[in-house]
């Protein structure tokens, strides 16, 4: 992008101030429920690292997490010196809220570098204070030629592949970071709520997987507690704590947040769980989910009433491209054979749908990223007869959750919607799709592609079948030839996105950890159909 400004990656000393706060040897802690701690004379301690969300060009979500009851402070600089900083007065923090706090900065400047740091106060002595942790970002670009680079995957500690610190930990992680994206989207899936950890696993070659075990990964979550435990146990890893110092998160959620393969209303039949009743698993996981993450969508308590906890959401991220997050857990339908007829809950909802559909239509930004947590095309079953994703296998006109998906491309072409494609993970391995109407058995819908990467930290498996239903070609595929390979068996995958200011030509890159680049696609602006 040559004329793209040139922003600094965030310098050696605001990296290893913000690494060095948690000793390696209590970032992999050995003992049972161990975590990051720094005890300093009862001051409050922020071990766990900081995260940015929510960021635009002009304002940002700051989030941390303390050891005790604290006031939460946040100051930002245009360089790591922090002359002149601005400081921004944060909530009171404390059990409430597992001891999570976030603080939003506004009035920052358009695509520029932010460099920040939080320190901890005693609520009782604003003097005691604890050491500050230290991050950086980059905001949203105000200018089209300025481009804009992003990352995205899913699929964290499941199957049983925990935090390994004989390999290093989520080792993917640092590789990000080193690339220095504008910010990164996690496809859902980023906890295993229902995959409990063993503290060791046998490979089939013999060698011994080994995993950080915590009380709260030794069982299935149910309580609150143990769904907070479940968000935290990724922070005691060192990479992913670099790598949220430094690359803003755009983050949605899946099933396994909850229960593999849950829907609303779902009452359980699982020996493992003491609680039967899905929605109150969701609206505890919901609550974790808002406390560990800066996401700016309000909160309500799933399911005591016809509110619910709001994940869907509009990102916009300059000119050049909207990213619409969607929820397609929380408002669909129960899993079934999907061969219905009528179908007007699908797997987003009707209100979500409404939602979407005007988004995309009010928006001006030139590329209209579409984040699904699940697949379109691919078969996802859930046991013996029924769907877990859209496609249910029949290669026919659309039925059940196809016919929500029918409708919203019908909408697309009919309104001339330009730029879009369909980013997700779920599935365990990365692929490329390309949907076409001469190939479909629904044709009235212009062409688009679907990217598929991941897992981050997870068991790898075969590819899906396809459902012709859309007419998807499988251009590229990168997947294991058998179910639950392990990450030291199979590199774990993720995906780039880069739009060049210039050209506004968007770019998709699918990447194996290692650093190889398994497969380019690039996309042309202005177009209905690619």
Not at 286 to 291: D, I, V
Not at 327 to 334: E, L
Not at 340 to 348: E, F, N, R, W
Request: contains cysteine; hydrophobic residues 35%; charged residues 25%.
């Amino acid at each position: 992008m040559p004329h793209r400004p040139h922003i600094p990656s965030p310098g050696r000393r605001t990296v290893l101030r913000g690494s060095l706060l948690v000793p390696a040897a209590a970032a992999l802690p050995v003992a049972v429920g161990a975590a990051p701690a720094l005890a300093l004379a009862g001051r409050p301690e922020a071990a766990w690292g900081v995260q940015v969300g929510s960021v635009t060009a002009s304002s940002a979500l700051v989030w941390v997490r303390s050891d005790r009851p604290a006031r939460m402070l946040v100051e930002t600089a245009s360089t790591e010196s922090f002359r002149r900083a601005r400081r921004w007065y944060g909530p009171l923090i404390g059990p409430g809220s597992d001891f999570t706090g976030t603080t939003p900065l506004y009035g920052l400047p358009a695509g520029e570098q932010v460099h920040y740091r939080v320190t901890l106060a005693d609520p009782g002595d604003p003097r005691r204070t604890g050491k500050p942790v230290y991050g950086t970002f980059r905001t949203a670009p105000a200018r089209r030629r300025d481009g804009v680079r992003f990352l995205w995957s899913g699929d964290i500690a499941g199957q049983g592949w925990g935090i390994n610190p004989d390999i290093g930990g989520y080792r993917v992680y640092e590789e990000m970071r080193r690339l220095d994206p504008d910010f990164f989207l996690c496809s859902g899936d980023t906890v295993y709520a229902d995959g409990p950890l063993q503290p060791s696993v046998t490979l089939p070659d013999g060698r011994v997987w080994r995993n950080v075990m915590t009380e709260e990964k030794a069982k299935v979550a149910e309580t609150l507690d143990e769904y907070r435990g479940n968000f935290r146990y990724n922070l005691l890893d060192r990479n992913v704590r670099r790598f949220n110092a430094q690359v803003p998160s755009v983050v949605q959620w899946d099933d396994h947040e909850v229960r593999n393969n849950w829907y609303p209303g779902q009452i359980l039949d699982d020996a493992r769980y003491t609680e039967k009743n899905v929605d109150i698993l969701a609206a505890r996981s919901a609550r974790a989910f808002h406390e560990y993450f800066p996401v700016s969508t309000p909160h309500s308590s799933y399911g005591s009433s016809s509110r619910r906890s709001r994940m869907y959401r509009t990102v916009h991220h300059g000119p050049l491209l909207d990213v619409f997050v969607l929820d397609m857990r929380s408002h669909r339908n129960r899993n079934s054979p999907g061969r219905q007829a009528d179908d007007t809950t699908g797997i987003l909802g009707a209100e979500q749908l409404r939602w979407l559909k005007r988004s995309l239509a009010e928006s001006r930004a030139v590329w209209k990223v579409i984040a699904a947590d699940m697949p379109l095309g691919l078969v996802v079953p859930d046991g013996a007869t029924d769907f877990e994703a859209v496609a249910q296998g029949d290669p026919g006109t659309p039925l059940g959750r196809e016919l929500q998906i029918a409708e919203l491309l019908r909408f697309i072409k009919h309104r001339k919607v330009t730029g879009t494609l369909w980013l997700t993970a779920d599935v365990h391995y990365t692929s490329a799709q390309h949907y076409s109407p001469e190939r479909a058995a629904f044709k009235d819908f212009a062409p688009f592609w679907e990217f598929v990467s991941g897992p981050l930290a997870a068991g790898g498996f075969p590819a899906n079948a396809l459902d012709s239903t859309f007419g998807p070609d499988r251009v590229f595929v990168r997947a294991p030839d058998r179910a639950n390979v392990s990450p030291m068996e199979s590199p774990q995958f993720y995906g780039e996105v880069e739009i060049d200011g210039d050209s506004a030509e968007l770019t998709v890159r699918l990447r194996a950890e290692g650093g190889e680049v398994l497969f380019t696609k690039g996309l042309r602006p202005g177009r209905v159909g690619q």
